[in-house]
């Protein structure tokens, strides 16, 4: 479980998340919906332990953000979209491998998950070449590998889909999925309402770091009386809404 408590976070005098407070329980997709620089890229990079809040309170299975980041680090896994920050001269195993190895995971374990993982992700392929030969959607699957590597109990998904084609997106939402089955906690960020629609249980808007809005689809539905929920978030995040 995921409980943020009036997270924020400064960068010089910008305010890029602003008091943001929301609750994701265990085998719940929770999608964090937002405009370019609304604060989603951010805010998983501090529940990542990525970057350090300016102010607020993060409690990921029972534990403190600030004070067990190391115990976080366990907890949580993350996938970002568009650049997989794999390193280019290492091979895919390899980048899988370096980065089980800085969660101290043991060496034949590591060579046991990564057997099982190239099967399931049908990567055996191009597992043994460099970074750099690889397509997007390959490089994406390497990048899936590496996030579940030792096997977190909670994910971050920042737009993961971003610049993949129509094929390798379904592959990353039945990933998705498949983390909702195993019971995984998870946070989806997205520009899209119609992707989280499509996977989220739950929604939050974001809007120049601030959370405008929060439910599930349903209830979003019933609230503002529409089915067209693409068209609501055009409507909440527009300049003519005072927030
Ligand atoms: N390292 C940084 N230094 C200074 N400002 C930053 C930094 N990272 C983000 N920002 C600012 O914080 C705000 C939120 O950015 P963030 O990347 O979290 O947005 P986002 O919702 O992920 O947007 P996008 O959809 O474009 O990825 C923006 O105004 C951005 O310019
Ligand atoms: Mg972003």
């Keep these: ?10 960068f010089k005098n910008i305010k890029a998340v602003d008091n943001l ?19 989603k890229t951010t805010t998983l990079r501090m529940l990542a332990t990525m970057l350090k809040p300016t102010s607020g309170t993060v409690i990921i299975n029972g534990k403190n953000l600030i004070k067990e980041p190391e115990d976080i680090r366990k907890e949580v896994g993350i996938l970002f979209g568009g650049e997989s920050g794999l390193y280019d ?16 995971m043991d060496k034949k374990e590591i060579n046991k998950k990564i057997d099982m993982l190239i099967r399931k992700f049908d990567m055996t392929g191009f597992i043994d070449k460099a970074a750099s030969k690889l397509s997007k959607g390959m490089k994406q699957k390497v990048a899936i590998v590496r996030s579940i590597i030792h096997d977190p109990k909670v994910m971050l998904f920042d737009e993961p889909t971003s610049g993949l084609d129509v094929g390798s997106v379904r592959e990353v939402h039945d990933f998705i999925r498949l983390c909702k089955e195993e019971g ?24 120049k770091g601030k959370l405008i809005e929060e439910g599930t689809i349903g209830d979003l539905k019933e ?21």
Excluded: P
């Design 184 to 207: 995984k906690t998870i946070i989806f960020s997205s520009h899209s309402m119609s992707e989280v629609e499509k996977l989220c249980d739950k929604i939050g808007i974001i809007h």
């Design 89 to 104: 001269r290492l091979t895919a195993r390899e980048n899988i491998l370096y980065f089980a190895e800085l969660h101290d």
């Design 223 to 243: 609230k503002y009386k529409t089915d067209n929920l693409e068209e609501l978030f055009m409507e909440l995040v527009g300049d003519k809404v005072e927030v």
């Design 21 to 39: 407070s929301f609750k994701v329980e265990e085998g719940e997709i929770y999608g964090l919906l937002g405009e370019n620089g609304a604060g």
């Design 1 to 10: 479980m995921i409980e943020v408590y009036g997270l924020t976070k400064m």
